[in-house]
T-cell receptor, first 115, second 112 residues
Framework: ETGVTQTPRHLVMGMTNKKSLKCEQHLGHNAMYWYKQSAKKPLELMFVYNFKEQTENNSVPSRFSPECPNSSHLFLHLHTLQPEDSALYLC??????????????FGQGTRLTVV | SQQGEEDPQALSIQEGENATMNCSYKTSINNLQWYRQNSGRGLVHLILIRSNEREKHSGRLRVTLDTSKKSSSLLITASRAADTASYFCATDAHNQGGKLIFGQGTELSVKP
């Protein structure tokens, strides 16, 4: 148990569906992240939120829409996805600003399959 | 852009042997971190080494950092079957605003 909880753990969706991934952290951190992990590829940083403000969008297609209503919750809204979007989506949190030497805590991930 | 690159991509050893994984990176860093991932699960932080440190130990783990060569190594001594996992290095680079950039990882298989 890392203190970062992701739901659902598995999701199968059609290309016309709309779904959302949820991430919640109980660590009091002020930064949250979405990463995408595809087979045989490095983890790709998608979005960064710091103090609820989006500070990074790594050229992610608009069919992925993040939302951070408060510093403990992070959502990833999905719509009209493509089969190549199938991957493990990982949420992470960390405490930024007080020290440059902090670790990230990861959730267990959501295994997304787009059919 | 990808910052850390691990080598080898896959490593298979017998229980009791030592496993060494290497990581190279491109830009100046605040720190370098190693993470472990069991198949299809989240990443777990193992150890962090600051840019002004050269070596760090944690249990059976030993991490070295050579900033002149922009490289790091992770040594797991007396490996166990339970060490089977993917291992990733991640850099907290000066120009990345505190974000971690991960390498492709090394898949370690420890055979009983």
């Amino acid at each position: 148990e890392t203190g970062v909880t992701q739901t659902p753990r598995h999701l199968v969706m059609g290309m016309t569906n709309k779904k959302s991934l949820k991430c919640e952290q109980h660590l009091g951190h002020n930064a949250m992240y979405w990463y995408k992990q595809s087979a045989k590829k490095p983890l790709e940083l998608m979005f960064v939120y710091n103090f609820k403000e989006q500070t990074e969008n790594n050229s992610v297609p608009s069919r992925f829409s993040p939302e951070c209503p408060n510093s403990s919750h992070l959502f990833l809204h999905l719509h009209t996805l493509q089969p190549e979007d199938s991957a493990l989506y990982l949420c992470a949190s960390s405490q930024e600003g007080t020290s440059p030497n902090t670790e990230a805590f990861f959730g267990q991930g959501t295994r997304l399959t787009v059919v | 852009s990808q910052q850390g690159e691990e080598d080898p991509q896959a490593l298979s050893i017998q229980e009791g042997e030592n496993a060494t994984m290497n990581c190279s990176y491109k830009t100046s860093i605040n720190n370098l971190q190693w993470y472990r991932q069991n198949s299809g699960r989240g990443l777990v932080h193992l150890i962090l080494i600051r840019s002004n440190e050269r070596e760090k130990h944690s249990g059976r783990l030993r991490v070295t950092l050579d900033t002149s060569k922009k490289s790091s190594s992770l040594l797991i001594t007396a490996s166990r079957a339970a060490d089977t996992a993917s291992y990733f290095c991640a850099t907290d680079a000066h120009n990345q605003g505190g974000k971690l950039i991960f390498g492709q990882g090394t898949e370690l298989s420890v055979k009983p």
